[in-house]
């Protein structure tokens, strides 16, 4: 920061804000910065003292002047999903004064969209177990209780699936789920889902969508004050176990609809670990009460725990995420590993795999094979069972073209498209994120590569890694009773429709300036050539799209296809410093090949999408 005026300014934004703060922690954080930063003017050089010491104390007020110009830069941004940023004080982190705003400008917003209509607007909240979760969600409580919102309360740290399900179940207007799902653990976040009376199409439960983002914030931003904000210190209502137990059984009857399934569930030996996540004890609830009996949690990080302490990132996808599990698997002989990102919402599956043994992997896990399946693959096994679970429940397309259908996002493989045609379903594709999944007419199965998955959208408009995990364990357990694992189901896929292979490559950016300029430079001057093949479309996803996968609106993005079927779409990322590119590539398979013949075209999948990689690097000047 530089500048005096500029700096007058900011101290006294500063000092007006740790006047209005509800949180003596937060005020007291800012309050020491500010004595930090008002010990040197902006103005001051650190190179003109002599003195090592006052060059230190120069250094360290501008580095406090500079992290009050970051802190209070603007409020943070409410958008399509919520608020999510790091925990500490200031209006562009995430804490009590910028909850109660958030909640104060929702509660107006629900208030104007049910004026005179009655009862009032019902909230229901629920929450994690992450650093402040529950103080936010009682915060959240009292300002929409002091309103005339009735609000029901979670009675404790629970899985954002539970609050999805919960919104339906109970007949909600609106939803609160206060998690940074898997972010850091210096993270917090706030989601919001709209239902009831306010949402009452195929989006009824779901995440909000725009233009409903910008009129919240719009009320949020009128907010002039944490203490012009009413908060009640009672009367909303604190749910029991009873809503947990309502979820719990319809996930399991899930299970019900494959005797085969259940009968076998006994006979599948699976590792479970939530990552410290909340999902662990609802997850392991479900299984037991579908038959698995043979489920061992990761005793190190079976508990909520905010701090995650043995992940560098708690995120399943992340390497060394699950190598905990992995090790466990590998000492009890497991069939199965299933990983539950923190709030629960995503679902990763690990299986052993012979072919794809390494002796470079982690420990003895990639040596005996194990690997974790790629969202894509997890995807399309999933989506074939719903595609199962439609035709046994005679569902078949209407005149209107309105069910049932199987939905997946932009980046995601083309592969569920080729499931949906085989068995009769449409196949809808959306933009990234389940807010545009989860409103699909007619869904029956939808997921996003980025391991989310809703397998149940009558009773959960959102992706939900414990019905996942239930739907693959059954899948599993039935492949077991045949003799035949994940991989083999896979196989089938692969001989019934060729094989999709996946990836990705990203491009992480510290000056977020550069993004667009890469974007524009990818535009500017496309790869003419992916894997070796002439690339005969380039579709610029900032215009819409009106082909046959059918028509989006605009969204930042480019989908370039080869002359041999290889497809790369690029992107900026929604949540991360980042410039995504998902490649896919297809192999042609024999609907007689073997497992050897399907071996020897998946590793010709994977060199050809290692040559595809270069060609996206070398677009992308990383």
Known sequence: ????????????????????????????????????????????????????????????????????????????????????????????????????????????????????????????????????????????????????????????????????????????????????????????????????????????????????????????????????????????????????????????????????????????????????????????????????????????????????????????????????????????????????????????????????RSFRGPDTAGADGWRMLHGDETGALLGAVGAQRAAAAGLAPDPDGDTPALASSIVSSRLLGEIAASAGLRHVPTLTGFKWISRVDGLVFGYEEALGYCVDPAHVRDKDGISAALTVAGLAARLKAEGRTLVDALDDLARAHGLYLTDQVSARFADLSLIPATMQRVRDAPPTHLGGSPVTAVVDLAAGTDDDRGGLPPTDGLRLLAEDGTRVVVRPSGTEPKVKCYLEVIEPVAPDADHAAVGRARATARHRLDAVAADVRGALGI
């Not at 529950?134 to 539970?162: C, Q």
């Not at 799902?181 to 009452?200: E, I, M």
């Not at 779901?206 to 004050?225: K, Y």
């Open 1 to 356: 920061m530089t500048g005096q005026d500029a700096w007058d300014a900011l101290e006294q934004r500063v000092q007006t804000w740790i006047d209005d703060d509800p949180d003596e922690r937060t005020a007291a954080e800012l309050r020491d910065l500010l004595t930090t930063a008002r010990s040197f003017p902006p103005t001051s050089r650190a190179a003109d003292e002599p003195d090592p010491t006052r060059r230190q104390q120069v250094e360290a007020a501008h580095a406090a002047q500079d992290e009050l110009a970051d802190r209070f830069q603007g409020l943070l941004q409410f958008g399509t999903a919520g608020l999510r940023g790091e925990l500490a004080g200031g209006p562009h982190r995430m804490n009590r004064a910028v909850v109660i705003r958030a909640a104060s400008g929702l509660a107006d917003f629900l208030l104007g969209e049910l004026d005179g209509v009655q009862p009032a607007p019902r909230v229901v909240i629920g929450y994690d177990a992450r650093h402040l979760s529950d103080e936010f969600a009682r915060d959240s409580a009292a300002v929409l209780t002091a309103v005339g919102i009735e609000v029901l309360l979670m009675p404790s740290p629970l899985p954002t699936p539970v609050l999805a399900f919960a919104v339906r179940h109970l007949g909600a207007d609106a939803g609160i789920m206060v998690t940074a799902s898997h972010n850091p653990p210096r993270d917090n976040g706030y989601k919001v889902y709209l239902g009831g009376r306010v949402v009452t199409d195929s989006g009824q439960g779901a995440q909000i969508v725009p233009p409903t983002d910008a009129a919240i914030a719009a009320e949020i931003g009128r907010v002039p004050s944490v203490a012009a904000v009413p908060r009640a210190s009672a009367g909303w209502t604190v749910l029991g176990t009873e809503i947990v137990d309502a979820y719990v059984a319809s996930v399991t009857a899930l299970a019900e609809q494959d005797a085969a399934y259940r009968a076998r569930a006994g006979d599948l030996r699976i590792v479970l670990t939530p990552l410290h996540g909340v999902g662990g004890a609802t997850a392991a609830r479900v299984l037991a009460e579908a038959g698995y009996t043979d489920v061992h949690l990761v005793p190190e990080q079976a508990e909520p725990d905010p701090d995650f302490p043995t992940v560098a990132f708690p995120n399943p996808e992340e390497p060394g995420a699950i190598d905990l599990a992995l090790g466990l698997a590998g000492d009890e002989r497991a069939d199965l590993v299933i990983a539950l990102d923190p709030d629960a919402d995503r679902c990763a599956v690990a299986v052993q795999d012979l072919r794809a």
